[in-house]
């Protein structure tokens, strides 16, 4: 089976790097016949009657883009002179949606979590620091997490938790907000979706499929519709009660359906992981 690995848009503030370890790198834009076939499967999602209702009514008050990237401060030193330098690290880009009024969100952990990406990220700028004759004596890192609702100006979120081993994350905005409802109806093979994301940093994008009839690996809910990097965190909402039934984790490519489709979280597991992090609050 192909796979895009996991979801999360990538661009060289710093340097170039891979995604995951054991995933596949992406570029920022689709090349070649990847962007004839994006640009194909956006073309037909406008052209579905529903879709400006979606993008009204779901997405411009609940889901919004995120830019995720992490900043060492280094001090430095070359023997004789100590100083400080802010190194900052490739930006990872995905989805996410809020759940409570009072600005709780969820994505998924790999756009906001990657340690990986930090390792390199940091190996890489010592390197470049001892071709220079300079020593890193202290490094202290920070997570910067940007939301862009309505592709407005970027708003600071906090993360509150993450499981990195089911690849969701909680984070906390300030203000008030409209929440999506995740569904509680067990049965939803056949069902129609959609899935709403932010494709190679394409804002607010809407595509339409269905839910697969079978789990993936017993435990990820299979959702047949276009899915590409940057859509992590998007929900996937079924259209007859606007409700959320996953979010979007991962793309496996599906040769019955000769696309890219996507894996999700099932809203059991994502009301199960708020309901131990975001105290106070029902889902």
């Not at 839910?211 to 007859?240: C, E, F, K, M, W």
Request: glycine content about 8%.
């Amino acid at each position: 089976m192909k796979t895009k690995g996991l979801l999360a848009v990538g661009t060289a503030l710093l340097f170039a790097i891979s995604f995951l370890a054991g995933c596949s790198s992406f570029d920022a834009k689709p090349t070649g016949a990847q962007s004839e076939e994006f640009k194909s499967h956006i073309v037909e999602g406008k052209k579905d009657p529903r879709y400006e209702q979606v993008r009204r009514e779901l997405l411009s008050p609940s889901v919004f883009r995120i830019v995720a990237w992490s900043k060492f401060r280094l001090t430095v030193s070359n023997g004789t002179v100590t100083k400080e330098q802010i190194v900052s690290c490739d930006d990872i880009g995905g989805t996410g949606f809020f759940v409570t009024r009072d600005g709780y969100a969820v994505t998924a952990a790999h756009v906001v979590v990657f340690p990986e990406e930090d390792d390199l990220c940091f190996a890489r700028a010592k390197q470049d620091l001892k071709v220079k004759g300079l020593t890193v004596t202290r490094a202290e890192k920070a997570l910067v997490i940007a939301v862009l609702i309505n592709e407005g100006k970027p708003v600071k979120a906090k993360l509150i938790a993450a499981d990195t081993t089911k690849d969701l994350a909680l984070l906390q905005i300030n203000g008030h907000f409209n929440p999506l409802e995740l569904s509680n109806i067990a049965n939803i093979a056949e069902q129609p979706a959609t899935i709403i994301g932010n494709p190679y940093r394409v804002p607010g994008i809407v595509v339409f499929g269905k839910v697969a009839r079978d789990l993936y690996d017993r435990q990820y809910l299979r959702v047949l519709a276009p899915t590409y990097p940057g859509d992590s965190g998007g929900p996937v909402i079924t259209l007859n009660d606007s409700k959320v039934v996953g979010m979007v984790l991962m793309a496996p490519w599906d040769d019955a359906a000769k696309m890219y489709i996507a894996l999700t979280a099932p809203a059991p597991e994502i009301r199960q992981f708020l309901t131990q992090n975001a105290l106070g609050h029902k889902f």
